[in-house]
């Protein structure tokens, strides 16, 4: 299996503009997550599904982010319009199981 | 609210020299707690999950351990390559995703 696949790895767009962020989690699992990481906020859960239904959004900073799992295969991360502050690491992981999450390699964004 | 809460923020080793990770936390009711180690560039890797007080787990150089207020990882002897940062996470009885604490970057110099 080829793990949890993101993309793009690297974004890097002007603030107000729209970043779509991209994930195919690991066939069969049917749990995902989008998780933000930054230096001084760590790893911060942002939303997850289970079976491409959002669960638990808590996390979502406002309205300028959204996320879709349209089917069980993939998963959109969207940030419209996008500000400096959104620059980090985006990390999306997926399960089948309650405590072993996989993780992608991430993508970095960069809000200039 | 799940609080984790990982020390020293940063380590510096000799090969050869081991050492301990602390992680401390805060749950109104715990279901696991789990490191991960993660390298530059890339997602955090899953090492180990601990369930109960005084339940310990051991992977290579690496060996976990629980109390009812922390978990520590214990790193014996060393390599250059166990140089990542090492996070702690706590799973809440009442919630399922994890809360992570910030991580302790691990150098182990030759």
């Known amino acids: 299996d080829a793990g949890v696949i993101q993309s793009p790895r690297h974004e890097v767009t002007e603030m107000g503009q729209e970043v779509t962020l991209r994930c195919k989690p690991i066939?069969?699992?049917?749990?995902l997550f989008w998780y933000r990481q930054t230096m001084m906020r760590g790893l911060e859960l942002l939303i997850y599904f289970n079976n491409n239904v959002p669960i638990d959004d808590s996390g979502m900073p406002e309205d300028r982010f959204s996320a879709k799992m349209p089917n069980a295969s993939f998963s959109t991360l969207k940030i419209q319009p996008s500000e400096p502050r959104d620059s980090a690491v985006y990390f999306c992981a997926s399960s089948n199981r309650w405590e072993k999450l996989f993780f992608g390699s991430g993508t970095q964004l960069s809000v200039l | 609210e799940d609080q984790v809460t990982q020390s020293p923020e940063a380590l510096r080793l000799q090969e050869g020299e081991s050492s301990s990770l602390n992680c401390s936390y805060t749950v109104s009711g715990l279901r696991g707690l789990f490191w991960y180690r993660q390298d530059p560039g890339k997602g955090p890797e899953f090492l180990f999950t601990l369930y109960s007080a005084g339940e310990e787990k051991e992977k290579e150089r690496l060996k976990a351990t629980l109390t009812k207020k922390e978990s520590f990882l214990h790193i014996t002897a060393p390599k250059p390559e166990d140089s990542a940062t090492y996070l702690c996470?706590?799973?809440?009885?009442?919630?399922?995703?994890?809360?992570f604490g910030s991580g302790t970057r691990l150098q182990v110099q030759p």
């Open positions: 996470a706590v799973q809440d009885t009442g919630r399922r995703a994890l809360t």
């Open positions: 066939s069969g699992h049917d749990y």
